[in-house]
């Protein structure tokens, strides 16, 4: 059964619309691309002595199973030059799992909803863009009513034009 999953790219090294692009194209290998939000330049958070990012968010649909679904991401963020050498440090491509379908999912390599969504205006700004009135399955608040309560403490975002 297919299924809709949410998916926050982002990149600060680099070509990053580039890294996006070739990201998001490469999705294809994995499901259906049914849309993409506008690129959002963000500040980093934790880790903030790096360049900013280059975020969006991504809907695909897919029948690959969840565990199948990251191994494609993951295969993707190492094609397109990912190194995991610092935790939450700069990066080329970085592809987070938001939401598949309805599911809620705890395993040692995956957590669905993804654990710090919903306090991430640069994860929750895109993703408002494409999925306003989709329903976080835990919190039982649509995605726009996440963003809508975020601190303005809660990182810088700015919405770019669309090329």
């Not at 499901?31 to 991504?58: H, I, K, M, R």
């Amino acid at each position: 059964m297919k299924k809709i999953v949410y998916l926050s790219l982002g990149s600060n090294l680099g070509d990053r619309q580039a890294n996006l692009r070739n990201a998001i194209g490469r999705l294809l290998e994995l499901g259906d691309v049914l849309e993409v939000s506008s690129y959002y330049e963000t500040e980093p958070v934790n880790f903030t002595d790096q360049p900013w990012f280059l975020n969006c968010a991504v809907a695909v649909r897919t029948d690959l199973q969840p565990r199948d679904f990251l191994s494609g991401i993951q295969a993707i963020e190492k094609s397109l030059g990912r190194q995991r050498t610092q935790p939450k440090g700069p990066r080329t491509i970085d592809i987070d799992i938001l939401l598949f379908g309805r599911q809620t999912i705890l395993t040692p390599h995956l957590q669905v909803p993804h654990p710090s969504m919903a306090e991430r205006r640069f994860v929750l700004e895109p993703l408002t863009e494409i999925a306003p009135q989709v329903m976080h399955p835990k919190l039982k608040k649509t995605i726009r009513q996440l963003r809508n309560a975020l601190p303005k403490s809660a990182g810088e975002v700015k919405k770019l034009a669309r090329t």
